[in-house]
């Protein structure tokens, strides 16, 4: 036995690293549920269709096409584009979810924000080829204040809604608000080296010194902030997996509250949960000469494990992976033209370049994971929410800012971590209520309107806010 032992662990050393990762990845994070049968190539196709109401919006995709082509009005290209965007989100986030099926929680988390942030990146990627650098840096800060203020607004009222109090794994959430703040410093230290070098500091420094100090500080603090997001996968993937699951007693999750029964009434709430509560004796009543038969508890065990079965898939792997692939395409093409579309739509001064930026395209960008993390937050399930609204900004912060910088490094592009300081002060305080919302691990449908009035404020603020030129070295 032993020298049998020990010739599968040969074998399983002598495997690529990569397939060891993979094979530990499927063992540590499988489905504790089985999963029926794949559906046909025609019952996927069928599923797709009927996935959201919001298909219908896919005929504004030829439209944008048309409209790019052949030169006509750039704002009607730029609505176009963005109702174009909405649908092919709604559909990533479809497909993303038929994918998570089939893995466990917090992989399921983590590909729901990885996916969900896709349309950001190839906007990021798009308008940093075409030196829109202004564009790039104000729609990934958008990106963050959209998820951390609008989608994590509307999940916390949306469950709030449901159950009185919802509680979440504190223990993640307090390491999330560390790798937040962490990202947020990331952002302010190129500003704050900006505004000490000034000549009234009495430091007398060269334009292109600074331009060349504020570059290398940025490639600098880029390839940190991406090797803390390695950590950080590691981290969430392996050495502490149990803290991003709702029933594992390390995340240290309050227990979620439902209204009282006078209040769900006058409030016009179903019941969120059918459990044995439902079926107690009426107040006064002896319990042990009650007239109804004693529920069997492996009876009981069996409704549960129904229940848990209702999850299947509606697309089989290959035509979930076609649709992804499919997904990907057009939203690069059509956010091309959406970019484009830009200078032409803020030229006549009726809106500006940072409205565009901070509030517009992560609307759009952000539709995805809004849609799931709402979604899960009404079935009690906010630990998953909350991966998803907070570990996607988490991800951007840490990920997609530095990727395009180190990306605008290699390609020449002078993109650096110097932000607008109105946005990036916004950032801060953003950050900072959040934190403050979430250190209890407790939510309600308050806390939820309280983020989505702040994200309301925001969005007047910088309607009026004409931004400011930060780009020290001018984009070729």
């Known amino acids: 036995m032993d020298g049998s032992t020990s010739n599968e662990e040969s074998l399983v050393l002598r495997r690529p690293w990569w397939r060891r990762i993979v094979s530990d990845l499927r063992e540590r994070h499988k489905r504790q549920r089985p999963i029926t049968e794949s559906p046909s190539v025609r019952q996927s196709i069928l599923a797709i269709i009927k996935s959201s109401r919001l298909n219908v919006l896919l005929i504004f995709i030829p439209l944008s096409w048309i409209f790019h082509f052949v030169k006509l009005n750039n704002t009607l290209i730029f609505i176009f584009s963005f ?22 929680q917090t992989l399921a988390g983590l590909l729901n ?26 729609s990934l800060i958008g990106s963050i204040l959209s998820n951390l203020l609008l989608v994590l ?26 790798l937040l703040t962490l990202s ?5 230290l190129p500003a704050a080296f900006h505004n000490a070098v000034q000549p009234s500091n009495g430091i007398n420094l060269t334009s292109e010194q600074e331009d060349h100090d504020i570059l290398a500080i940025s490639h600098g603090v880029a390839v940190i902030l991406l090797f803390i997001y390695m950590c950080y996968l590691f981290f969430q993937l392996f050495s502490h997996k149990s803290l991003y699951e709702d029933d594992s007693p390390e995340s240290l999750k309050p227990k979620t509250i439902e209204y009282a029964p006078d209040v769900a009434r006058r409030l016009r709430i179903s019941p969120a949960r059918q459990g044995p509560a439902s079926s107690s004796p009426p107040p006064g009543s002896d319990p042990t000469h009650s007239d109804s038969p004693t529920p069997d508890v492996n009876s009981a065990e069996a409704g549960s494990m129904e229940v848990e079965r209702e999850d299947e898939p509606q697309m089989s792997v290959p035509m979930t992976l076609v649709l992804l692939v ?21 030229s006549s001064g009726h809106i500006s370049k940072q409205f565009v930026g901070l509030i517009l395209l992560p609307i759009v960008g952000n539709a995805a994971e809004h849609v799931t993390a709402v979604t899960v937050s009404v079935k009690d399930k906010l630990t998953l929410s909350l991966n998803v609204a907070v570990g996607s900004s988490i991800q951007i912060a840490l990920f997609v800012i530095p990727f395009t910088v180190t990306l605008g490094w290699i390609l020449g592009k002078p993109l650096t971590l110097l932000f607008d300081p109105f946005q990036s002060i916004v950032l801060f305080l953003s950050v900072l209520t959040v934190n403050y919302v979430v250190q209890d691990g407790k939510s309600n449908w308050l806390e939820g309107m309280i983020l989505m009035c702040l994200y309301v404020i925001v969005a007047v603020t910088f309607w009026f806010y004409p931004g400011s030129d930060l780009l020290l070295v001018r984009c070729t």
């Open 326 to 346: 499919l997904i990907t395409v057009l939203v690069a093409v059509t956010a091309e033209f959406l970019v484009d579309s830009i200078n032409g739509l803020t």
């Open 184 to 188: 947020v410093i990331g952002v302010l």
């Open 83 to 104: 109702l174009a965007i909405v649908p092919l989100a709604k559909l990533l986030a479809f497909a993303t979810e038929e994918l998570s099926i089939r893995l466990g």
């Open 153 to 178: 607004g509307m999940c916390f009222f949306a469950g709030g809604t449901r159950f009185s109090e919802q509680g979440f794994g504190i223990s993640a959430t307090q390491l999330n608000s560390s």
């Open 113 to 138: 924000a990885t996916l969900g942030n896709a349309v950001e990146l190839i906007v990021a990627i798009i308008a940093l080829v075409k030196c829109e650098l202004a564009v790039v840096q104000s």
